[in-house]
């Protein structure tokens, strides 16, 4: 039985709704918040165990809750309406979040520490600039090819071939739209040098942090992969061990038994970290294409899976092996070191 209240907290961006349990999980309040008011609310509660629902802003508050001295629970939404009961409101939200967190089996969602965000929102930036590049060379290689101006796929022929179109009097290009052509053209640039900004900015954070200069050298991990392994595991206490992590981002198979007939499939497509486990999967498979020399015994290893096996199922076994290795350097601060063949 708790011996300290239960405060479940439904977040919104400008109203945040709380319900309050006692050690005996009966409902002592369910009140609305301004935003403005839920600082000075944590400040005055006694020592409670906090819990949220993960959602925007949560790592913000359970942090802030943490630093009043408050147990802090961060909760799946698809756990949290598990409990729900009646109508989809706020109030019944905030019980259910409640409720969820004194359940003793409940798996919660780590809770992000400053620097793990700080790094999480420079690759998610990063991400969009990128997203916006790609969208942006295909909105302008569309439109010119309804001139029959035909571009090879490429961002580098993109950027050489736009300044002679340009130019060009002789094409069908209207001059109306050559501004317009050319406004695009510096946008796509500038993009192309904020892109690269960013990525000497997140070459420069893995090179000044141990942990993520240490999760480089493994096999197929790069400065991307790196920082988001680190800003997902920070140090690793909210994983019991490495195959829990990797059934977290799913890279482990999906089973589905009964009977005690035990079926297992592919791995899942319902993952916690898609963004994370594709960046594995594609440094791994990158690895796997390009290992010219076996050196190692993990390439050893890789060798004989992909005869086994084929490319693909081994990028995604290296990626689950690099996962499990990162929980474990995380979590005992250990070194990486490559075993070599003798």
């Given at each position: 039985?708790?011996?300290?209240?239960?405060?479940?907290?439904?977040?919104?961006?400008?109203?945040?709704?709380?319900?309050?349990?006692?050690?005996?999980?009966?409902?002592?309040?369910?009140?609305?918040?301004?935003?403005?008011?839920?600082?000075?609310?944590?400040?005055?509660?006694?020592?409670?165990?906090?819990?949220?629902?993960?959602?925007?802003?949560?790592?913000?508050?359970?942090?802030?809750?943490?630093?009043?001295?408050?147990?802090?629970?961060?909760?799946?939404?698809?756990?949290?309406?598990?409990?729900?009961?009646?109508?989809?409101?706020?109030?019944?939200?905030?019980?259910?979040?409640?409720?969820?967190?004194?359940?003793?089996?409940?798996?919660?969602a780590?809770?992000?520490?400053?620097?793990?965000?700080?790094m999480?929102?420079?690759?998610?930036?990063?991400?969009?600039?990128?997203?916006?590049?790609?969208?942006?060379s295909?909105?302008?290689?569309?439109?010119?090819?309804?001139?029959?101006?035909?571009?090879?796929?490429?961002?580098?022929?993109?950027?050489?071939?736009?300044?002679?179109?340009?130019?060009?009097?002789?094409?069908?290009?209207?001059d109306?739209?050559?501004?317009?052509?050319?406004?695009?053209?510096?946008?796509?640039?500038?993009?192309?040098?904020?892109?690269?900004?960013?990525?000497?900015?997140?070459?420069?954070?893995?090179?000044?942090?141990?942990?993520?200069?240490?999760?480089?050298?493994?096999?197929g991990?790069?400065?991307?992969?790196?920082?988001?392994?680190?800003?997902?595991?920070?140090?690793?206490?909210a994983?019991?061990?490495?195959r829990?992590?990797?059934?977290?981002?799913?890279?482990?198979?999906?089973?589905?038994?009964?009977?005690?007939?035990?079926?297992?499939?592919?791995?899942?497509?319902?993952?916690?970290?898609?963004?994370?486990?594709?960046?594995?999967?594609?440094?791994?498979?990158?690895?796997v294409?390009?290992?010219?020399?076996?050196?190692?015994?993990?390439?050893?290893?890789?060798?004989?899976?992909?005869?086994?096996?084929?490319?693909?199922?081994?990028?995604?076994?290296?990626?689950?092996k690099n996962?499990?290795?990162a929980?474990?350097?995380?979590?005992?601060?250990?070194?990486?070191?490559?075993e070599?063949?003798?």
């Amino acid at each position: 039985m708790n011996k300290v209240n239960t405060i479940g907290v439904d977040l919104a961006k400008n109203v945040i709704q709380v319900s309050v349990l006692s050690p005996l999980n009966k409902e002592l309040t369910n009140k609305e918040l301004p935003r403005t008011k839920f600082a000075e609310f944590l400040a005055k509660q006694p020592i409670s165990l906090v819990a949220f629902e993960a959602c925007s802003t949560a790592h913000h508050w359970a942090r802030l809750a943490r630093s009043y001295g408050h147990r802090v629970k961060i909760l799946p939404a698809k756990v949290v309406s598990s409990f729900r009961q009646g109508h989809k409101t706020d109030k019944n939200d905030a019980l259910a979040v409640a409720e969820a967190a004194n359940r003793p089996n409940v798996k919660e969602a780590p809770l992000k520490e400053l620097e793990q965000q700080g790094m999480q929102s420079i690759q998610r930036s990063r991400e969009l600039l990128v997203q916006n590049k790609t969208c942006l060379s295909n909105h302008i290689r569309g439109l010119l090819m309804e001139f029959g101006v035909f571009i090879p796929k490429g961002f580098a022929s993109l950027f050489k071939n736009i300044p002679d179109i340009l130019e060009d009097g002789e094409n069908d290009i209207p001059d109306m739209f050559r501004a317009t052509l050319n406004l695009m053209y510096q946008r796509l640039l500038d993009l192309r040098d904020d892109v690269g900004l960013l990525d000497e900015q997140v070459k420069q954070l893995v090179k000044n942090n141990e942990a993520c200069s240490n999760l480089t050298k493994m096999e197929g991990v790069g400065p991307i992969s790196a920082i988001l392994l680190f800003s997902t595991l920070g140090t690793g206490d909210a994983f019991k061990n490495g195959r829990e992590f990797s059934a977290y981002i799913g890279l482990t198979p999906k089973q589905h038994s009964s009977g005690g007939k035990a079926s297992l499939m592919g791995i899942s497509k319902f993952v916690a970290n898609k963004r994370l486990r594709s960046v594995l999967i594609q440094g791994a498979r990158s690895y796997v294409h390009r290992m010219k020399s076996v050196t190692t015994k993990k390439d050893e290893w890789l060798v004989k899976l992909i005869e086994r096996a084929g490319y693909g199922k081994a990028a995604v076994a290296l990626a689950n092996k690099n996962v499990r290795t990162a929980w474990a350097l995380l979590t005992q601060g250990t070194e990486y070191r490559k075993e070599l063949i003798a």
